[in-house]
């Protein structure tokens, strides 16, 4: 099968043109003006912007969490990506604590396989380091698993101490891969968690109070050290504030990189949501923060310390956050964004400013395929490129509500806003996935993309 996409506005990180894309089955090529090739099929793109396909490197599908499980499974989750323009997500398998990555690995394999409908990978969260899980981590960079996430919070479940993180950060660094963190400081956040519970203060808004920006900060700063030590490659996942960007503003004085991650929700929405009434919508880890910490984002973006906007992405219906309506500690810690992350970008963005073209494809497609070894299959188009297109419509007008999300929740975290710019047509190696709101292709389509060794120098 052969497709011909035409006159389309092309945007990659680094260009701008129009010109006509051709397509061999799953792959891009050739590229130019007025291609004349005869095609199966001829979509007129005039008047749109066709972007690499979105990849958001943090999600959580079916992830199991106080005797549940986010309510995206594979089949809805990345069905639902899809329809906002991510093409590929990175999911995180948990290891058990006392248990192999091995088994983890299965374990999520099995959820995956045969039910994604968009394409995926894996990190792999190590939340016990030890000489027999240190055997594992060649395996899993030879399975195509390069990137292994650590939690400095949550002791007993995830959280690994300093003493494991240097460990791992040394094995890591020999078998070419990255560890990345969820950077906090758990043990100050159990002390205020538990003081507020003591203290009768029970509401979401002290889920917020429990883990202020020091919490992170702190956090952030421990991590790049123990990086620039063991020079392992690292990176920092949902980083939300000034005080963590900060601490990897210093990092660079010293030559060092650490790459970091925000997510679309700390860009554009703040922490006065926790003083609602349905404030558990938005209890997540970190929290949502201040207006002052959104700016530093931002600029952080355009400066370059911070390359990648994902979701973290990890839906809980209404009646699963209800299991915390008296204690805030018992929410499930997470918001729905797979769907919207594009979109919210580019309305709040590039039409507001704060972004370049050429910046959004990086942050949202490019940065991560290169960071996290998928480059240049994914994340850019070029010759010899998977298929993996948005066609996007910069000037439509649409508003964000749960009665027409894909996603498998009963409610928006971004009910009723009005974003300029939509996604049109989405294709999935050389597939039309969605065209026009509606899915064209089925679970099973979606494929485990094996992930290169990694490299600071992106
Ligand atoms: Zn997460």
Sequence with gaps: MTKLIKNGRIITADADYVADIFIEGEIITAIGKTLQMHADETIDATGMLIFPGGIDPHVHLSMPFMGTFSSDDYTTGTRAALYGGTTTVIDFILQKQGNSLRAAFDEWRGRATGNAVGDYSFHMAVTDFNDSTKGEIKEMVEEGITSFKTFMAYKGALMIDDRQMIGLMDEVKQQGGMVTVHATNGDMIDYLVQKHRVEGKLSPLYHYL?????????????????TNYTECPGYIVHLTCEGALNAVRNATRRNQKVFVETCIQYL??????????????????????EKKDQATLWAGINQGLVQVVGTDHCPFKWEQKLMGKDDFSKIPNGHPAIEHRMELLFSEGVVKGKISLNKYVEVTSTNPAKIFGMFPRKGTIG??????LVIFDPAEKHTITASSHHMNVDYSAYEGWELTGKVKTVLLRGQVAINNNECLIDKGYGQFVKRKKVSQNI
Excluded: H, N
Aim: aromatic share 6%.
């Design 210 to 226: 429990s883990q202020p920006e020091v919490t992170e900060a702190e956090a952030s700063e421990r991590f790049a050290d123990m």
């Design 268 to 289: 554009t929405i703040d922490a006065s949501l926790y003083e609602r009434e349905d404030g558990a919508k938005w209890v997540m880890s970190p929290p949502l923060r």
């Design 383 to 388: 010759i010899g490129c998977d298929a993996d």
